[in-house]
């Protein structure tokens, strides 16, 4: 414990000692007051109080008693922001060493009074329950259509401060309990129902989607849970001008749409160019299929390859959109719109699923052995439901439930009230974390090895452990070091880990907002959903390469490679790549290296109309070098758009660049923009949707300006160079995101000296990723809890200072 709380105190004093050869020595707080009084008087001034800062109130000699003030300064001096722009500055040396010395003391006052934090009481969010009922049962479930959308805090949606509970989400999770319970289980008295799948028309349906069989093209697959073996029929609805004709009209002869099963046809349509929109819906005949999950797909057979104008490759607009004079499907390909499933009839029972496979360990043969079989079908789930071995009252409990319904039905009908009972269960809902009844209020406590077995599985894969995290942690040994990295290689190495790229990454780079992308359809033609798709994607990927390839974190920033499908590839225009299919490539363009080359994370920084240098700087300084601008006064007048539109008159043409300029005229508005726009403009190049352009609304790109630490901004890799001179801001905020994501809460001042604690660990060896991971894991607050303080009676759950 010992070395765990004393390792944030070492973790700049080395980084003090290698710029005392090249930089004054502040030794003492008289030395760094004689600093910031030669060159931060303006910390006085009217101007920053604006900003909510001012080191007044700074006290050098005792700065635990301040450490939210000089904290705040520390990041200033580290991302070049103090001095401000077009005051004197010391060389970069002087800088470092000064903000070294204040971290130093920093980590100092809090070795001598640590505190790993108390997390309030942690619910599972959707994405961390879908996951866990995945693992546990093998069913696949759409938790957007049972549970309510998750709060989000910070940028990510595992903050315990935000995960709180009503009456009307717990209802919610009894519901989803009662029908994942069935869909695990099957259910040979289900009545028929009807699921509806749709196409958004902003999804272009030119080329083969990912699922369905190959020689197809557009269409749709998903995965559907089918409760019972019996007849089931599927209903195509196609999408349709305003005046009700099939979209595709003219091309629709010959056409045929095939319905699949797991890749079998098992329904051929022919495409009648007749049909209206009032004679939509034509269905198959019954087609028995399997109980559990299948992929269905429906798709168009290829008759023939070439150029097709898809005047259909539009964003979320209606028909009536459609420019005026152009016939709306004369040229495009029918399109799919729904695909409905109605079942079952016909029922034959309930074949052995995947699930079932998962949830019946054994059978029983007569029945004296159901009682023996549900003990331990029941007890095998709930030590995984439950992330804990069971007890003697938790497998009585759930065998009343199995009663309960073994009374009104079968033995399956049985388990499959127990497993509600577990799905519905605090004990699966919740992540509790006991302390020992021993521990003085207001102290430190090491957290069990099962509690750190639910931290490590929830951060590395937003699931429950599996058995053998759990059998390791039943014995004690998951905190021995040696144990604990096995672990964490071996979790990393799971295809489940995909999830720090598909939700840290997507939160952490804001690339869920690319899900609402909805550039101009007039000015970005080009554009479809398949495309944003694909740009979500290209980061990803990126960022799945440098986690399992245990490359250096810089990476994400200056990355010589890519991964691209062939949608992507014609975005950019590199050539020979085919199919959905995503490869990695080379960058050889210097603007294209690493996120910032990346068309996603441009498009995300945009309006629909237009670039937005705003944007794009505030992303930079937020998610890259964790220094958000203020927020905007408020009454700020938008900025004036051109007038160019669907009639293609341009009154009076302005670059965003002039138009931007008039805009920081207002003195109320300059402070800020001075700070974000030359970051935006240097990035200008690129237009909404992330493609290479030289002129804006007809005049020469201008992406030259300077940045607030005062080096020369002229395009994209300038302005990378620039972030990767402040790398240690960059792997700063890298960590705290990490951290916060892996606590699943809030990181503030008192958390800064494990933040450096970890990069100093990860700096030994190039900054790789596994060693934030492991420097994560191995800290304070993830091994770690604060015991409640005494005093008035607290809530763990909702809101609350994590470090009371």
């Keep these: 414990m ?146 309510p959308p998750d709060d989000m805090s910070h940028g990510f949606d595992n903050m315990a401060d935000v995960l709180t509970v009503s009456p009307t989400l717990m209802e919610g999770y009894i519901r989803a309990a009662g029908r994942i319970s069935r869909e695990a289980v099957g259910d040979p008295d289900a009545l028929p129902l009807t699921t509806t799948y749709q196409i958004p028309r902003v999804a272009s349906q030119i080329r083969h989607v990912e699922g369905t069989p190959f020689g197809t093209r557009g269409g749709m697959a998903v995965v559907h849970n089918f409760p019972a073996d019996g007849d089931y029929v599927f209903k195509i609805g196609y999408y349709y001008a305003a005046t009700g004709a099939l979209f595709g009209v003219n091309q629709g002869k010959g056409q045929q749409l095939e319905v699949a099963v797991n890749g079998e046809r098992v329904a051929l349509i022919d495409v009648n160019p007749s049909l209206t929109l009032a004679k939509d819906g034509v269905k198959t005949p019954p087609i028995h299929i399997k109980a559990g999950d299948q992929r269905i797909s429906a798709s168009f057979l290829i008759k023939a390859d070439g150029p097709i104008e898809d005047e259909f490759a539009m964003v979320e607009q209606t028909l009536v959109d459609v420019s005026a004079g152009a016939v709306p499907g004369i040229t495009t390909l029918p399109h799919l719109h729904e695909l409905s499933i109605t079942g ?132 004690g040994k998951l905190k021995d070091p040696a144990v604990l990295r096995q672990q964490v290689r071996r979790m990393l190495a799971d295809s489940r880990s995909n999830a720090l790229s598909t939700k840290f990454a997507d939160q952490w780079l804001h690339l869920q907002n690319l899900n609402d992308a909805n550039p101009d359809l007039y000015l970005f033609p080009n554009f479809d959903k398949t495309l944003a798709q694909s740009m979500k994607r290209e980061s990803e990927l990126l960022f799945d390469s440098v986690m399992r390839d245990n490359r250096s974190v810089l990476d994400l920033l200056t990355a010589d490679y890519t991964f691209v499908d062939e949608r992507l590839a014609r975005h950019y225009g590199i050539p020979n790549v085919m199919g959905e299919r995503f490869r990695r490539v080379p960058v050889t363009d210097d603007n294209r290296k690493g996120l910032l080359g990346h068309a996603g994370i441009l498009m995300l920084t945009s309006t629909a109309i237009r670039t937005s240098p705003v944007q794009r700087g505030k992303w930079v300084m937020e998610v890259l070098l964790g220094t958000p601008p203020p927020p905007p006064p408020p009454n700020v007048p938008a900025l004036p758009e051109n007038s160019e539109g669907r009639t293609g008159h341009v009154a009076k043409p302005e670059s965003v660049r002039e138009r931007m300029e008039q805009h920081r005229a207002d003195p109320n508005c300059a402070g800020c923009h001075k700070l974000m726009d030359p970051i935006g403009f240097s990035l200008e190049n690129f237009d909404a949707v992330g493609v290479w352009r030289t002129n804006d609304s007809g005049f020469a790109i201008d992406a030259a300006g300077q940045m607030f630490d005062g080096a020369k901004l002229n395009g994209p890799a300038s302005l990378r160079q620039a972030v990767v001179n402040h790398s240690d801001a960059f792997l700063s905020t890298f960590t705290e995101s990490l951290l916060a994501y892996g606590l699943g809460r809030v990181i503030d001042y008192r958390d800064m000296p494990v933040v450096r604690a970890i990069n100093t660990y990860a700096e030994k060896d190039d900054h790789r990723f596994l060693d934030y991971i492991m420097g994560i894991v191995n800290s304070p607050p993830f091994q770690m809890r604060r015991t409640e303080d005494p005093g008035p009676a607290k809530t763990e759950m909702g809101a609350g200072d994590p470090h009371q």
């Design 2 to 147: 010992g070395k765990l709380l004393n390792c944030c105190a070492l973790a700049v004093s080395a980084a003090c000692a290698a710029y005392s050869q090249s930089a004054p020595a502040f030794t003492t707080p008289a030395s760094q007051r004689a600093f910031l009084n030669q060159y931060c008087s303006y910390c006085h001034n009217d101007q920053l109080k604006r900003g909510s800062m001012s080191l007044t109130a700074l006290d050098l000699e005792h700065i635990g008693k301040s450490a939210e003030l000089a904290e705040k300064a520390v990041r200033k001096v580290r991302v070049g922001l103090m001095p401000p722009p077009g005051m004197p500055r010391p060389n970069a040396p002087t800088l470092k060493a000064f903000a070294a010395s204040l971290e130093s003391a920093l980590d100092q006052a809090a070795a001598a009074n640590p505190n790993p934090g108390r997390p309030a009481l942690h619910r599972l969010n959707r994405t961390e329950y879908a996951n866990s009922v995945r693992d546990l049962l093998g069913v696949q479930v759409d938790v957007s259509a049972l549970l």
């Design 344 to 475: 079952p009839t016909n029922v034959s029972g309930v074949s052995d699923t995947a699930s079932r496979l998962k949830i019946f360990t054994c059978k029983p043969a007569a029945g004296a052995d159901e009682i023996p079989c549900a003990k331990k079908i029941i007890s095998g789930l709930t030590r995984q439901a439950y992330r804990r071995p069971v007890n003697d009252r938790d497998i009585e409990d759930l065998l009343n439930f199995y009663q309960t319904g073994r009374n009104q039905g079968s033995f399956d009908s049985g388990m499959r009230t127990a497993i509600q009972a577990i799905l519905a269960s605090p004990e699966f809902v919740f992540r509790f974390e006991r302390v020992p009844a021993t521990a003085a209020p207001g102290t430190n406590v090491r957290i069990g090895d099962l509690e750190l077995a639910s931290r490590l599985s929830y951060f590395l894969w937003s699931s429950a452990p599996d058995d053998p995290l759990i059998t390791v942690a039943s014995q």
